[in-house]
Nanobody, 116 residues
Framework: QVQLVESGGGLVQPGGSLRLSCAAS????????MTWFRQTPGRLRELVAA????????NYMDSVRGRFTISRDNDKNTVDLEMNSLKPEDTAVYYC?????????WGQGTQVTVSS
């Protein structure tokens, strides 16, 4: 079965950096586009970044473009999210996700808190 396991969240000061990682299993990783979402209490889950199967194309939500970088390693079946210049408004639970055969699968999420 599809499994996505995120790691790397934590508490960081404004302006700091964190790197999230998602380990994927249960599907052919190099045939799937991968995404990172985030969610704060009372708000809908929002798409943060996406990367195509080969990593050749990436896309970002406007508020993180230029600060976040999504990447993948198809040999290790991982997708990472490098987050720089973090702001308090980046505080959220971050989820790794994949859409497979019209079903969206989610990891358990990892908390990122940006605070001084």
């Amino acid at each position: 079965q599809v499994q996505l396991v995120e790691s790397g969240g934590g508490l960081v000061q404004p302006g700091g950096s964190l790197r999230l990682s998602c380990a994927a299993s249960g599907f052919t990783f190099n045939t799937a586009a991968m995404t990172w979402f985030r969610q704060t209490p009372g708000r809908l889950r929002e798409l943060v970044a996406a990367i195509t199967e080969t990593g050749g194309i990436t896309n970002y939500m406007d508020s993180v473009r230029g600060r976040f970088t999504i990447s993948r390693d198809n040999d290790k079946n991982t997708v990472d999210l490098e987050m720089n210049s973090l702001k308090p408004e980046d505080t959220a639970v971050y989820y790794c996700s994949v859409l497979m055969r019209s079903n969206r699968f989610w990891g358990q999420g990892t908390q990122v808190t940006v605070s001084s």
